[in-house]
């Protein structure tokens, strides 16, 4: 297991290399000028012309290519145009946000759905398993903006259960250590901070957590289906096994492996950033983070974002191949 572990991550070195000559090349070839929506109104041609000698602009692009690996390889992802800000240090204070929201998303998706979609597939073809695929399928269709903004009018405006927005209340004064909101509150034993955080998590986590829910449960209903007709299980069920023994030993064990899959897949990109979802709540993470930066150009933070991004998508991938290898030993053997 070792073995395969290092050798996924030295797989991961030459894709991050080709990922970062395309996204610099199609970075380069976005319409629009950094240094011209830097400026906005105030751009004039001495202007445009120092800015595009600050950040290496007016140099060829083999030579800005280079100078951007070069930084790279020390971890060094530039500074944003329109902030100045290291793209790193805005990163790690956007991201821990993302994080939360995510985490959150994802443990209402897998909670929840991998049970209903057991039950729907133990219940095929009567009333509870058509209302939880009817179910799942409104939630695949439903844009997530929509139900956003939805569970906004509903729990926010109208029943004044929930909050609207933000990550905390402004006027809470916390104290954050990790940025995670919810654990620093719980770090620094501010318990009123650590409830706070997590009230402003319901509406977004459950907006978030819709499509990878609704996915969950149609991919483990067709799994634990497929299952359920296998041979060893019915012969299980003749030696007189209990049925809890039998759905846990030889039906969820062998009906897990595509719905860790999709588990792994839906945390890519839950961590990718919620764009619209974060918007809408005015959620400070690196997907609201990501929709100002395309509008503005910012080169340096789209660049960053995406190699990111892939790094993530390309760790998420190697622990579901090791969490294959735990739920299933006949994949280590091969």
């Known amino acids: 297991m070792l073995r395969f572990i290092l050798r996924r991550l030295a797989l991961m070195v030459p894709v991050l290399a080709g990922l970062s000559i395309l996204l610099f090349a199609w970075v380069r070839a976005l319409p629009g000028d950094p240094a011209r929506a830097l400026l906005g109104q105030r751009a004039t041609p001495e202007g445009i012309a120092r800015v595009n000698e600050v950040y290496g602009f007016n140099e060829p692009v083999l030579q800005q290519y280079l100078t951007y690996v070069q930084a790279l390889l020390k971890g060094d992802l530039g500074r944003s145009i329109t902030t100045g800000q290291p793209?790193?240090?805005?990163?790690?204070?956007?991201?821990?946000g993302t994080?939360?929201?995510?985490?959150?998303?994802?443990?209402?998706?897998?909670?929840?759905?991998?049970?209903?979609?057991y039950w729907a597939a133990k219940h095929q073809g009567r009333f509870l398993d058509t209302f939880?695929?009817?179910?799942?399928?409104?939630?695949?269709?439903?844009?997530?903006f929509f139900l956003a903004i939805m569970l906004k009018l509903v729990f926010a405006d109208w029943l004044g259960w929930l909050p609207t927005s933000l990550r905390q209340d402004a006027r809470?004064?916390?104290?954050?250590?990790?940025?995670?909101?919810?654990?620093?509150?719980?770090?620094?034993?501010?318990?009123?901070?650590a409830w706070?955080?997590?009230?402003?998590?319901?509406?977004?986590?459950?907006?978030?957590?819709?499509?990878?829910?609704?996915?969950?449960?149609?991919i483990t209903r067709a799994a634990?289906?497929?299952?359920?007709?296998?041979?060893?299980?019915?012969?299980?069920?003749?030696?007189?096994?209990?049925?809890?023994?039998?759905?846990r030993r030889h039906v969820l064990r062998n009906?897990?492996?595509?719905v860790v899959t999709t588990i792994g897949l839906q945390a890519g990109l839950l961590l990718s950033g919620a764009v619209l979802t974060e918007t809408v709540f005015g959620w400070s993470g690196i997907g609201k983070y990501l929709f100002e930066a395309i509008g503005q150009r910012d080169y340096p933070v789209l660049q960053g974002y995406i190699l990111f991004i892939a790094l993530i998508y390309a760790l998420i991938n190697l622990a579901v191949d090791v969490a294959y290898g735990i739920i299933d030993p006949r994949v280590r053997v091969q």
């Open 132 to 144: 939880i695929v009817s179910g799942s399928l409104l939630g695949v269709v439903t844009p997530v």
């Open 224 to 247: 634990v289906a497929e299952v359920l007709s296998d041979d060893y299980v019915r012969t299980a069920r003749s030696k007189g096994l209990a049925s809890g023994l039998i759905s």
């Open 196 to 218: 706070n955080a997590a009230v402003h998590l319901v509406l977004p986590s459950i907006a978030l957590a819709s499509i990878p829910l609704a996915i969950i449960v149609r």
């Open 172 to 193: 809470m004064d916390a104290t954050h250590v990790t940025n995670f909101y919810v654990l620093d509150g719980i770090l620094t034993q501010e318990w009123d901070a």
């Open 87 to 96: 793209v790193v240090e805005s990163f790690f204070d956007r991201f821990p």
């Open 99 to 117: 994080v939360e929201l995510a985490l959150a998303a994802l443990m209402i998706a897998v909670v929840a759905g991998i049970p209903m979609g």
């Open 255 to 258: 009906a897990l492996l595509p």
